[in-house]
């Protein structure tokens, strides 16, 4: 079984590492930026999968239900917890 609280906590880490502060202070990054980033890659079996369980606990929101690379790059993929 996966442990989706800690694929959680490391995608955190990760969209603070890769993201940048918005307008209103929350960290925020591209989801192609998430998604070619080559450590992220190895991170995450389902990016996807731990970014909609993210999205359902209010750790994070985006525009939309999926994300598709390619498709959805330029979603920004916002932090919404510090």
Do not use: P, W
Request: charged letters at 25%; a negative charge; aromatic letters at 4%.
């Amino acid at each position: 079984t996966m442990n989706v609280e800690h694929e959680i906590n490391l995608l955190v880490e990760e969209i603070r590492r890769l993201g940048t502060k918005n307008a209103d202070g929350q960290v925020s990054v591209k989801f192609g930026i998430l998604f070619a980033d080559e450590k992220c890659a190895n991170l995450f079996e389902a990016l996807v999968g731990t970014l909609k369980a993210a999205k359902r606990r209010k750790v994070v929101t985006y525009q939309g239900e999926l994300l598709l690379q390619g498709v959805h790059d330029n979603v920004d993929i916002v932090l919404l917890q510090d």
